[in-house]
């Protein structure tokens, strides 16, 4: 597609050369020659002059870049346009493999796409055009709409060990806000991938991001409970407790140990070796080898003289009363 049909396709103004190709969206950071990239958080501004990409899609605050421009007043939302328009829909071919086992009284409307291994219950109607990959399981009488997709483009490396209900590649959480307040479902498109010694525990989830992909590096172990959002990088080594939270684009690096119930926002990056004690809340960079511990964490020495203080609050306050009482009555 050339960069004049896709700003066309997403009523963008095109600012450069319109003959040019373009075949994906691409992270700025990630960007090449024949990539789209964008620019919705400001945060990132600092690395559009180095981006590689053949085009960014951006709001009027932008005033120049290395490429081509597709400017817009809602760039996020036409991100979410240019995923669409330049990631082919990943499908099975129509048809039922040999290898699943399907119960005679389901019902699969026009074009449904099963996989091996799939096991498909009684009762169980499917819509047009839906693919169930492989190993998928419906249990008896549930129904699926049309032009669903359960699951593709995983990668899993060698030893590695997914607990019970652990789901690889579920759809990021990718909602760009219409102008009217309603919000548009960014197609999660990208990768997961899995690499050796990793182990997952049950009810975990790693989802799958837009662009890019969400990656766990070798010897990571993560426990029950977890949400690893879109885009998440996690380093080698590391150890999650149970009911950590890392929001989306968040880079965990080497060794990093996140004890039960902490979490991280998205966009930061936690450095290597860092402890992060439980029920805390990384809401900033986090510098290589530090203890932190809090809400927002903040170095550990200072999260306790912290919590010395607040235990002495009230004894705090009424000496503060006292001494305005004595105040008051000195000045009469």
């Not at 346009?81 to 330049?86: E, G, M, P």
């Not at 389901?106 to 796409?113: I, Q």
């Not at 402890?275 to 932190?292: C, E, L, N, Q, Y």
């Amino acid at each position: 597609m050339t960069l004049a049909e896709l700003a066309e396709q997403l009523r963008c103004r095109l600012e450069g050369d319109g003959t040019i190709e373009v075949t994906r969206v691409a992270g700025i950071e990630e960007a090449g020659p024949g990539d789209v990239t964008f620019l919705a958080n400001s945060k990132y501004l600092p690395k559009l002059t180095t981006t590689r990409a053949s085009a960014v899609i951006v709001d009027d605050r932008v005033r120049s870049a290395p490429c081509a421009l597709l400017r817009t007043a809602q760039p996020y939302v036409a991100f979410a346009d240019a995923v669409a328009a330049l990631t082919p829909r990943f499908q099975l071919s129509p048809g039922v493999s040999p290898l699943a086992s399907v119960d005679p009284s389901a019902h699969l409307d026009a074009d449904v796409a099963v996989g091996p291994f799939v096991v498909i219950g009684k009762g169980v109607r499917i819509g047009a055009r839906t693919a169930l990959h492989a190993h998928v399981v419906v249990g008896d009488s549930a129904k699926i709409g049309s032009d669903c997709a359960i699951r593709e483009r995983v990668q899993i490396g060698d030893r590695v060990v997914l607990q019970d209900a652990a789901v690889i590649g579920s759809d990021g959480f990718g909602f760009a806000r219409r102008a009217d307040g309603t919000h548009q479902k960014i197609p999660q498109v990208g990768l997961v991938v899995i690499e050796d010694d990793v182990e997952i525990g049950a009810h975990t989830a790693v989802d799958r991001p837009a662009v890019g992909e969400t990656r766990i590096a070798a010897g990571t172990k993560i426990d029950n409970l977890v949400q690893i959002a879109h885009g998440v990088k996690i380093g080698r080594n590391a150890l999650l407790a149970a009911q950590v939270g890392i929001a989306g684009s968040t880079v965990i690096e080497d060794d990093v140990i996140m004890a039960g119930q902490s979490g991280a926002t998205g966009h930061v990056r936690v450095g290597k070796g860092v402890k992060v004690s439980a029920k805390s809340a990384i809401t900033k960079d986090i510098p290589a080898g530090s203890h932190v511990a809090g809400v927002p964490a903040v170095p550990v020495a200072e999260w306790r003289e912290t919590v010395v203080v607040a235990r002495r609050l009230p004894a705090l306050r009424q000496s503060l009363l006292n001494l305005v009482e004595r105040v008051r009555k000195l000045e009469k």
